[in-house]
């Protein structure tokens, strides 16, 4: 059992377009996250998410939209697409919201703007 | 602000000879620090965690790390490499965010290790 899944792993699209990734945990956690990660494999935050509240929100572009359905779920919608959004994003999940807790990641995304 | 070094962009190590990835770190209040592991085209795997105590800590696939509060040190360390310990090694950092609840990971900008046969 994948205990953190993304869809799609590819993702290619044009400058322009909207598009979404979505992301599972099967691990009952209650907080989840998204990281970009660029071509020179630097991470960084963009969001977190505890029990459907946002309580990240780093200072990325109000193009990128999270939405959290339950806690199971965390979802990133990006519209009108730029080259410059081109990166792997990961998804990540904790127990709960305090410092001291691990976080697991997805697979990635990796999204490729043309 | 909290921040990561990890001051070798790549280190390479016989295999079978102990390896250290270095990292050192900055942050105000108590530090709760993480190593993360990722293979080529996969995504992150947590190997250990500081957060309180004893100042060695162990973790997955035989590594562990030193904390040093005093070097504000997080170094990974592993007594024999092996070929399949070849990877991109995270040091990040995690303390609590200005509006309320834990911030998220800082990270390094990442470390290769490269253990030869």
């Known amino acids: 059992d994948t205990a953190v899944s993304q869809t799609p792993k590819y993702l290619v699209t044009q400058m322009g377009n909207d598009k979404s990734i979505k992301c599972e945990q099967n691990?009952?956690?209650?907080?989840m996250y998204w990281y970009k990660q660029d071509s020179k494999k630097f991470l960084k935050i963009m969001f977190s998410y505890n029990n459907k509240e946002l309580i990240i929100n780093e200072t990325v572009p109000n193009r990128f939209s999270p939405k959290s359905p339950d806690k199971a779920h965390l979802n990133l919608h990006i519209n009108s697409l730029e080259l410059g959004d081109s990166a792997v994003y990961f998804c990540a999940s904790s127990q709960g919201d305090r410092p001291t807790y691990e976080q697991y990641f997805g697979p990635g995304t990796r999204l490729t703007v043309t | 602000a909290q921040s990561v070094a990890q001051p070798e962009d790549q280190v390479n190590v016989a295999e079978g000879n102990p390896l250290t990835v270095k990292c050192t770190y900055s942050v105000s209040g108590n530090p709760y620090l993480f190593w993360y592991v990722q293979y080529p085209n996969r995504g992150l795997q947590f190997l250990l965690k500081?957060?309180?105590?004893?100042?060695l800590v162990k973790g997955s696939y035989g590594f562990e790390a030193e904390f040093n509060k005093s070097q504000t040190s997080f170094h990974l360390k592993k007594p024999s490499a092996l070929v399949s310990d070849s990877a991109l090694y995270f040091c990040a950092v995690r303390g609590w965010y200005s509006g309320g609840g834990a911030d998220g990971l800082t990270f390094g900008k990442g470390t290769h290790l490269i253990i030869q046969p």
């Open positions: 500081y957060i309180t105590g004893d100042n």
């Open positions: 691990l009952g956690h209650d907080t």
